[in-house]
T-cell receptor, first 112, second 114 residues
């Protein structure tokens, strides 16, 4: 499983609710990323963090929020402002050399 | 900005056929290049990588060569198996300002039949 744990695997959200997706890593890597995957559109970057207590917006940050209080954890909150949140969400980590990324198993979020 | 273009799928092949999935990129500087594979309902797994021009990445019978002159990183395999059926993503890593980001192609679905 590569030392990256995403939970839950499936998540259902009602209209107007905020939900939080968990990403935990034990690889001791500095950089963590959240991507959204929609069918036929590849991966789009939501937020990333290169160091604890610091993070930056990616290409599609509107309607999402993150925190990085610990090196091991980078939770993503999907707020009610995100109008089309149904998607597959992937967390990734990279080491200080910024070479390849290692991915979690993903969380599938569905609005009901 | 940086970008990756992959051939559209799906690609349907018979078992033991030769595979090529084309990938070209646009980037400033000297990016690192990657191929990832995704099986249904799972995250992405690194398949192979190349960090400088003329490097050849290889793994599990798959190969790709970093061609700077043609800005390409085509994925090849000499004899595909049914178990290779998956979605394949080409990606590059490059610095944008002070941050290193990964840019992905849209993915190519491969279906291998008996």
């Amino acid at each position: 499983d590569g030392g990256i744990t995403q939970s839950p695997k499936y998540l259902f959200r009602k209209e107007g609710q905020n939900v939080t997706l968990s990403c935990e890593q034990n690889l001791n890597h500095d950089a963590m990323y959240w991507y959204r995957q929609d069918p036929g559109q590849g991966l789009r970057l939501i937020y990333y963090s290169q160091i604890v207590n610091d993070f930056q917006k990616g290409d599609i940050a509107e309607g999402y929020s993150v925190s990085r209080e610990k090196k091991e954890s980078f939770p993503l909150t999907v707020t009610s402002a995100q109008k089309n949140p149904t998607a597959f969400y992937l967390c990734a980590v990279r080491d200080r050399g910024y070479t390849e990324a290692f991915f979690g198993q993903g969380t599938r979020l569905t609005v009901v | 900005g940086n970008s990756v273009t992959q051939m559209e799928g799906p690609v349907t092949l018979s078992e033991e056929a030769f595979l090529t999935i084309n990938c070209t990129y646009t980037a400033t500087g000297y990016p690192s290049l990657f191929w990832y594979v995704q099986y249904p309902g799972e995250g992405l797994q690194l398949l192979l990588k190349a960090t400088k021009a003329d490097d050849k990445g290889s793994n599990k019978g798959f190969e790709a060569t970093y061609r700077k002159e043609t800005t390409s990183f085509h994925l090849e395999k000499g004899s595909v198996q049914v178990s290779d059926s998956a979605v394949y993503f080409c990606a590059l890593s490059a610095f944008t300002g002070t941050a290193s980001k990964l840019t992905f192609g849209t993915g190519t679905r491969l279906q291998v039949t008996l």
